[in-house]
């Protein structure tokens, strides 16, 4: 599976934007998911967002809930983060992640089997 993560920038506090993750072109079987990680200098990678691929299961991290929607369009075989009122402490590289055996669906999870490039996102205030 290749992953290609898209729509970083240099955004000010309060401000918005939104991410892209394409999947390559294929099926994915019912207990795949997503999910949209971000990693900080000096920090460890944590998932903030994850959305199953059938149905619309999804989890968030408390530090973005309210303030991020993951979402998806499986015609397009593309998962997105809208991220609201942007914190300084967002600033990250952030990536996306598939899995084809998750049942549930949860930020927690560790174990992703595919993985795309970071997209940076650089929060200023």
């Known amino acids: 599976v290749q992953l290609q993560a898209s729509g970083g920038g240099l955004v000010q506090v309060g401000g918005s934007l939104r991410l892209s993750c394409a999947a390559s072109?294929?099926?994915?079987?019912?207990?795949?998911?997503v999910g949209w990680f971000r990693q900080a200098p000096g920090k460890e990678r944590e998932c903030v967002a994850a959305?199953?691929?059938?149905?619309?299961?999804?989890d968030y991290t408390d530090s973005v809930k309210g303030r991020f929607t993951i979402s998806k369009d499986n015609a397009k075989n593309t998962v997105y983060l809208q991220m609201n009122s942007l914190k300084p402490e967002d600033t990250a590289v952030y990536y996306c992640?598939?899995?084809?055996?998750?049942?549930?669906?949860?930020?927690?999870?560790?174990?992703?089997?595919?993985w795309g490039q970071g997209t940076l996102v650089t929060v200023s205030s």
């Open positions: 992640a598939l899995d084809e055996t998750i049942i549930v669906v949860s930020v927690t999870r560790k174990l992703w089997a595919s």
């Open positions: 959305i199953s691929w059938q149905g619309s299961k999804t």
């Open positions: 072109g294929r099926t994915f079987s019912r207990y795949a998911a």
